[in-house]
């Protein structure tokens, strides 16, 4: 059973850290979204990348935050330097890319910066 | 670009009775609406999707209609039970976005015993 796998589950950190967070999509998904969920704003996405190249990071706070696909099973999202604000849980999914395919969730990492 | 508005955003059922969560998608171009379910501390998980070229399909207890002419798409769970209570989230995408999806703002759903 194939699943998304991510790293950290759990961070806590202090206000001005780097926190990097890490996604393995699963085999062979050439489609990488990259989410960020809070009780108010739902689920927002930050970024998508296709054969590892960035389709749409429009959603992604520029100053601070950046997304990476180093390698084809690899997705990196960093926040440096973090705020309280960045306090959120964020999701990695991947998909096959075609337009009318699932998209299958991580378990997510939960972020608090304190 | 794609606006999905999803209703109500909290629902309470007794166990037993039927559920019922709307969704309206403004890209009359978006052919693919999945479901999800996300239960406390989980991740969400696909529990059922439909494609444009279908108006209705069914899973067990689950089913979800298509009306494209309107543009909006339900959620319907049956003889509901405690399990079921969860966050549900519907969403949309287009066949040019690389399977980009465009969520609504969730349904808390209560099933209570």
């Known amino acids: 059973d194939a699943r998304v796998t991510q790293t950290p589950r759990h961070k806590v950190t202090e206000m001005g850290q780097e926190v990097t967070m890490r996604c393995q999509p699963i085999?062979?998904?050439?489609?990488v979204f990259w989410y960020r969920q809070t009780m108010m704003q739902g689920l927002e996405l930050l970024a998508y990348?296709?054969?590892?190249?960035?389709?749409?990071d429009s959603g992604m706070p520029k100053d601070r935050f950046s997304a990476e696909m180093p390698d084809a099973t690899l997705a990196t999202l960093k926040i440096q330097p973090s705020e309280p604000r960045d306090s959120a849980v964020y999701f990695c999914?991947?998909?096959?890319?075609?337009?009318?395919?699932?998209?299958?969730f991580g378990p997510g990492t939960r972020l608090t910066v304190l | 670009g794609e606006n999905v508005e999803q209703h109500p955003s909290t629902l309470s059922v007794q166990e037993g009775d039927s559920a019922v969560i709307k969704c309206t998608y403004s890209?009359?171009?978006?052919?693919?609406f999945p479901w999800y379910k996300q239960e406390l501390g989980k991740r969400p998980q696909l529990i059922i999707d439909?494609?444009?070229?279908?108006g209705e399909k069914k899973d067990q207890r689950i089913a979800v209609t298509l009306n494209k002419t309107a543009k909006h798409f339900s959620l319907h769970i049956t003889e509901t039970q405690p399990e079921d209570s969860a966050v549900y989230f519907c969403?949309?995408?287009?066949?040019?976005?690389?399977?980009?999806?465009?969520f609504g703002q969730g349904t808390i759903l209560t099933v209570h015993p």
């Open positions: 999914a991947s998909g096959s890319g075609q337009g009318t395919d699932t998209q299958y």
């Open positions: 085999l062979g998904h050439n489609t």
């Open positions: 990348f296709r054969n590892r190249a960035p389709l749409d």
């Open positions: 890209d009359s171009a978006s052919n693919y």
């Open positions: 439909i494609r444009s070229n279908v």
């Open positions: 969403a949309a995408s287009k066949g040019t976005s690389y399977g980009k999806l465009t």
